[in-house]
């Protein structure tokens, strides 16, 4: 192939053609292939990469199944290269992410924050700590990592709101391999706060860490506005990025916020009414209305997912345990769990279909809170499987319960 790679200009092949040879030379990068040799394939045989060829070709890397983490984070930093500066870029008639308070507009605003955050903020107090790992420049370090925590939000949006539409329209890629560089961005950062809490003079290691997430926040950057944004954009409806617009504030925002509530061009997604129709159940009648009330009300959060593996159904009280979205509504529930966590959905489910549980218990430490987390396999009255309910609470202020209590207060 080498021997042409000065030609390009006497290459041309139709569109099969081209995905091939575009698939042929990443499956050579990914079967340990040398990456300035890609590059010059790339650059040969194909120049510029549209959306939807990355669209493709992602899909061809989640077919290839998961993969250990140093081997994805080696992978998808080479991809991100090879992909720099040869985006084509596609002409649209409308940019709606250009208007404030369009989720594209408040997440590049987020992205603004955080590129200041790790380059002109991080890395300074970086570079000072490499001179003299001091207290008070150890401190700053952990102010710092205190403020790239607020990640966490920008991620949550991207991957409870961004990837459930992709995935509508046929697009895996970002859920099964960005979620997992987020997670393991996520982690470092974590990682790296808890070495500076109990900083015991490793200083390389501390280095090495930090400047790891300063490149991955960076190329992260460049892989949602470059890539991700734009694939959002070509495919989701006005309805859609309205859906997500009202339900970001559910989740939060990462060092600043939306300037302005997006108003589109027409008229915005009217909501629907409630039925007042009733519902006849076994042990009394409830409209609608009150149904749905009674469940919002309870002191715990109930999510029900069908036989199979759809949500179908979330609670929406005042105080959500954990993030969720009307996104997640018709979505496996296997692409709403980071990916490192999904084969304990798959082993759970496996055993309620089978019939070997009913319920399964588990209970961890959620920021302030102890939240039990009970699953329990619906069945109807034959004992056929009919779906999952899970059942979320924060069982801290229960066990600080003592004595009894016997009056009103």
Avoid at 73 to 93: S, V, W
Avoid at 343 to 361: I, M, Q, S, T, W
Wanted: aromatic share 10%; proline share 3%; glycine share 6%.
């Amino acid at each position: 192939m080498s021997e042409i790679i000065n030609n390009r200009e006497q290459i041309t092949f139709n569109n099969t053609e081209r995905m091939e040879t575009l698939k042929s030379i990443f499956k050579g990068l990914h079967n340990g292939g040398n990456l300035d040799e890609v590059k010059a394939h790339f650059d040969a045989f194909i120049g510029k990469v549209t959306i939807d060829e990355i669209s493709e070709l992602q899909l061809e890397f989640v077919n290839e199944g998961i993969m250990p983490a140093d081997e994805l984070m080696r992978l998808y930093a080479q991809h991100t290269d090879i992909f720099m500066g040869r985006i084509e870029d596609e002409e649209r008639l409308q940019k709606p992410e250009d208007q404030p308070g369009h989720p594209v507009h408040t997440f590049k605003l987020e992205n603004r924050e955080l590129d200041k955050l790790v380059k002109t903020q991080l890395q300074v107090h970086l570079w000072q700590f490499e001179k003299e790992d001091s207290t008070d420049n150890v401190f700053n370090l952990i102010e710092d990592i205190n403020l790239l925590m607020d990640i966490q939000k920008h991620f949550s949006r991207k991957e409870n709101l961004i990837f459930p539409y992709l995935e509508k329209y046929g697009i895996y890629g970002p859920t099964n391999n960005m979620w997992r560089i987020d997670d393991f961005i996520v982690d470092a950062i974590k990682n790296a706060r808890s070495k500076l809490a109990n900083y015991n003079g490793d200083k390389k290691a501390m280095i090495d860490v930090l400047n790891w997430i300063i490149g991955e926040v960076t190329a992260m950057i460049y892989r949602e506005e470059n890539i991700l944004f734009p694939m959002a954009l070509k495919n989701f409806t006005e309805d859609e990025w309205v859906k997500i617009a009202h339900e970001s504030d559910e989740i939060g925002f990462c060092l600043t916020g939306p300037e302005a509530e997006w108003k589109p061009e027409r008229r915005a997604l009217d909501e629907k009414a409630i039925s007042e129709g009733f519902i006849k159940m076994e042990t009394g009648i409830l409209s609608l209305k009150q149904l749905e009330l009674l469940l919002n009300h309870l002191p715990v959060d109930i999510t029900f997912i069908d036989q199979d593996d759809v949500v179908r159904y979330f609670s929406h009280g005042k105080e959500r345990i954990f993030a969720r979205t009307k996104a997640i509504i018709g979505r496996t529930v296997q692409n709403c769990h980071p990916p490192r966590s999904v084969h304990v959905v798959e082993d759970l489910l496996a055993d309620f279909k089978a019939g070997r549980k009913d319920n399964e218990d588990f209970w961890i430490k959620a920021r302030d809170k102890y939240v039990l987390i009970r699953y329990f396999a619906i069945r109807d009255e034959n004992g056929t499987y009919m779906g999952t309910m899970e059942f979320t609470q924060n069982i801290g202020p229960i066990k600080e319960i003592e004595g009894e209590k016997r009056i009103l207060s």
